[in-house]
């Protein structure tokens, strides 16, 4: 089951400060003696581990990259979320955390969205006392522009890429830590076990991916902020290397994990070029401001954009949704884009596009205006695909992006395994079934440098300081695990890359568990998901050894584990019977809208591992105070 989620008393606007009223307190000679792993340093775990080690802590960090600068974050172009409201368009936290849950189609907690837009503005003065170079007005102030699913202008971003300025300013502060030897920094190294002791986390065994040494890591507590396992489509907006590995381990030691059918696929991104290819690119959802999406009017119509006359042309999330528009939100534009597209109206060598069209801005509001916001995501899709976008439209498509599902945790972002802590993509989020666009940094940034530094702390104060040794037979036993399944993989006499494989799971994932989903497919899914992974251990082909550095090796692992949570996520999509957010069951909408079960499934559906048997279902009730539900309505 599933155990008290330990939200506050009282009002949503006063649940956080009674959070912190009553919490225990540390002092800080006691916070000394602490050790606390932090497993991924990306926006989230960097954040983390800077922000406790200022408290006092002893932190140690890993990451699988050869510099925390590689980490996913550094992707994300569009921006971050904030209530700062500069420019007076009636923006506010309540608006936030009303729109934020909306977009998720009211499949989230009510606590923890309210919490997440208060905090938001903390985040801006935190950067910018870092150094973030947030783009500002003529005034001074710091600018912002519109995302999809709102209506106020609330995205603050820098002219560069957002994500890579956020993340040099969490890794700044990780690394003078690092100076004060308050963060020993673990590089080039993978978690690929949970150690437990009595129930509680209290290490991790990692591998060296240069010599391949395994090693033994132990601490009082253990945080994962491994992000997000959109990779299981194989091609998605991730960097190649993301993957599940980390939580899926903590979840076959006993961590719940929760709504693993939820993710979201982005409607901003540049097309599949050809089927080989392994990584799609993210374009920002910003273009959205003044780039207008449409289609010709006719099928199949093989005419360059430039000669379709207006009247010819469709502004299909114009015409569908005349109140947002080209902004609707990322789960409702998509499947217009693949409507389209289904209907025989894309564009392209594939017609699986749509145009993004910049020719009305630039004649309403000038090419500087336009080159002065753009002109970074402009240079990038003329250097991927060699066409000018300031004088032919861009071509875009759908594409798996961010992962609402992870580990459950609690209010304090503790998982049912007391010690584990998840923040960031890694856990189960505070989006829901869809995430408003720039509102990803915003809870990674939350949760590393203004929740988690203070919740950890009340549980060290409740919590003995047991001793352990890394000799205890709990360690070994985890290592014996790690050790076997190498072991395993470098034995398999196989022919098949793993990149096969894996491209031969995406293909199964995109088209049965992707955009659009019915229960006969999902059936069907689970069932060749099994085919393949038994294929995956006879014909896997893993060269070279485990004492040195291996990438097949690497890759053979995280794919193996994608083998595997496949199907729980298949499972999660099949028994959540209705559409909500990103998770569209064909079965279940009105006309080609979501329709949500309220009165079934207003739950969070968290899943135990039960080894060879079927993973368990439980549910975590949803009650909503303050938000009225309602069906989403953009139009």
Known sequence: MIPDARIPRGDVTDKWDNCLDGLHLLSPANKRKRNIIVVGTGLAGASAAATMAELGYRVEAFTFHDSPRRAHSIAAQGGINASKNYPKDGDSHYRLFIDTIKGGDFRSREAN????????????????????????????????RSFGGALVSRTFYAKGQTGQQLLLGAYAAMNRQVHRRRVRL???????????????????????????????????????????????????????????????????????????????????????????????????????????????????DQREPGNIPEAERDYFLERKYPAYGNLSPRDISSRAVKEVCDEGRGVGAMKHSVYLDFQHAIEEHGLDLIEQRYGNLFDMYRHICNEDPYRRPMKIYPAA????????????????????????????????????GASALMQGLADGYFILPQTIGHYF??????????????????????????????????????????????????HHCGMSRRGEDLRSAIDQIQQLREEFWQTVNVTGTSQNLNQGLEHAGRVADFMEFAELMCRDALAREESCGAHFREEYQNQGEARRDDERFSHVAAWAYRGEALPERFVEELRFECARLMERDYR
């Open 401 to 436: 992006h961010y992962t609402m599902g992870g580990l459950w945790v609690d209010y304090h972002l503790m998982s049912n395994s007391p010690g584990l802590f998840v923040i960031g993509e890694a856990n189960f989020s505070d989006h829901g079934a869809n995430r408003l």
């Open 186 to 300: 673990h590089t080039r190294s993978e978690m690929l076990e949970l150690v437990l002791k009595d129930g509680r986390a209290r290490g991790i065994i990692t591998r060296n991916l240069v010599n391949g040494r395994i090693q033994r890591h132990m601490a009082d507590a253990v945080v994962l902020a491994t992000g997000g396992y959109s990779n299981v489509f194989h091609r998605s907006t991730n960097a190649f290397g993301c993957n599940v590995t980390a939580i899926y381990r903590a979840y076959k030691r006993g961590a719940l994990f929760a709504n693993p059918c939820f993710t979201q696929i982005h409607p901003t991104c540049i097309p599949v070029l050809h089927e080989h290819q392994s990584k799609l690119t993210l374009m920002s959802e910003s273009l959205r401001n003044h780039g207008r999406v449409w289609v010709p009017i006719q099928a199949d």
């Open 113 to 144: 969205v309210y919490r997440l837009a208060q905090i938001s503005c903390n985040i801006i003065d935190q950067c910018v006392a870092q150094g973030v170079p947030f783009t500002r007005e003529y005034g001074g102030y710091l600018d912002n």
């Open 461 to 510: 104060a409740g919590s003995d300081e047991s001793s352990l040794a890394l000799e205890d037979e709990v360690f070994d036993a985890a290592e014996q695990d790690a050790t076997r399944r190498i072991k395993r993989l470098l034995a398999v006499p196989g022919t098949q890359s793993v990149a096969s494989l894996h491209r031969q799971l995406g293909e199964i994932m995109w």
